[in-house]
């Protein structure tokens, strides 16, 4: 089982308790009316899906209800940082050779 610290409860919780919410960090229309169907299509349906590190949103559900980002490695499964909602993506994470020792 995974544990996830929410950075408004300063608590690791298990995985059970949380909800994804889908990627972090996307700029949302101002004016949706002007977009075209297919950019539309786009901003609802595409996103990234990478292999490494991804930044989420992720909501303590069974917690204090609050949503978070995250910064989850894709490959080992395991969550590196989480911080507030509306707070840039944190520019300090593991080199790529400290990751493959934690993935083996």
Wanted: aromatic letters at 10%; proline letters at 8%; a negative charge.
């Amino acid at each position: 089982m995974l544990l996830i610290r929410c950075p408004y409860c300063q608590a690791e919780r298990p995985e059970l308790e949380f909800t994804y919410a889908g990627e972090a960090h996307i700029a949302r229309p101002l004016d949706p009316s002007k977009l075209t169907d297919d950019e539309w299509r786009d901003f609802l349906y595409t996103r990234s899906n990478p292999r490494g590190i991804h930044a989420e949103r992720w909501r303590h559900q069974h917690g204090c209800g609050r949503f978070f980002n995250a910064l989850r490695d894709t490959v080992s499964d395991k969550f590196l940082a989480t911080y507030k909602a509306g707070l840039p993506r944190p520019s300090e994470l593991p080199s790529e050779a400290e990751l493959e020792e934690a993935r083996s």
